[in-house]
């Protein structure tokens, strides 16, 4: 799968990194409170919401793009400690050479779910992992969301990103694999991707302790309780091993 980064001829800094003709990631370099995506404001928004504004995170990211999220936290939480694990060594070197990252952001060459098992004490927990436009089964299934909440400290955040398109199966299948290994989960995103009239971005934000109030704050709709629940109905979290 090819990946390339190319710049912005609008925006002056501006990168998008492409795997597979996909839009990955998008930085402004100089400027790492851009967010160009919706949905990355949306994560955005839950780290914002993870402990008091600008105190430093202990953050593992799961996929690293161009590393967007950790630029952003670098900035808005000054002393985090953030380690960020992306599978293909040619985005790592390819982003290196043109978007040089903070010092602060170790980055590491490897599979994300391997990675994961051994992590403990994490604030939280950004999986945002894809190959072109697809997850892999590996970070979709009920273990690897069990495996996220053991990373996390006791009142720790997952915040995940998938994809899907009507009617939403793919994303009800995660939203019950979240709450088979967390017992406070809530959907974010726009109101026409989560009412199934569209294919978009779900942002999934889970913990063992009750979700901040904040953590919604850049999303159109917010499915939590009872609502998500029924968004849910009948669906079930894959397995290991499909």
């Not at 980064?5 to 925006?11: E, I, M």
């Not at 994961?116 to 939280?124: F, P, Q, T």
């Not at 793919?170 to 989560?194: D, E, I, K």
């Amino acid at each position: 799968m090819p990946v390339e980064l190319v710049p912005d001829a609008r925006r002056p800094g501006g990168w998008t990194l492409y795997a597979g003709g996909v839009e990955q990631s998008y930085v402004v370099a100089g400027d790492p409170r851009h967010l160009a995506f919706a949905y990355v404001r949306v994560i955005a928004a839950v780290l914002d919401a993870a402990g008091p504004a600008g105190a430093p995170l202990r953050v593992l990211h799961l996929g690293g793009g161009a590393l967007t999220l950790p630029r952003y936290v670098a900035a808005t939480r000054p002393g985090s400690a953030q380690r960020v694990v992306e599978l293909d060594p040619r985005v790592v070197d390819l982003v290196a050479r043109h978007l040089p990252w903070p010092a602060s952001v170790e980055v590491v060459t490897g599979d994300a779910r391997a990675a994961l098992a051994g992590e403990r004490g994490h604030d939280v927990v950004v999986a945002d992992v894809f190959a072109a436009a697809r997850a892999p089964d590996s970070v979709a299934t009920g273990g690897f969301y069990a495996d996220a909440a053991r990373a996390l400290r006791p009142a720790g955040l997952l915040v995940a990103n998938v994809t899907d398109v009507p009617p939403l199966a793919y994303a009800r299948t995660q939203v019950a694999a979240a709450r088979s290994a967390f017992p406070h989960v809530a959907a974010l995103g726009p109101a026409a991707v989560l009412r199934g009239r569209r294919a978009g971005n779900v942002v999934l934000a889970a913990s063992a302790a009750p979700l901040p109030g904040r953590v919604g704050r850049a999303a159109e709709r917010v499915l939590a309780g009872e609502a998500l629940v029924t968004f849910a109905a009948g669906a079930r979290p894959p397995a290991d091993g499909r």
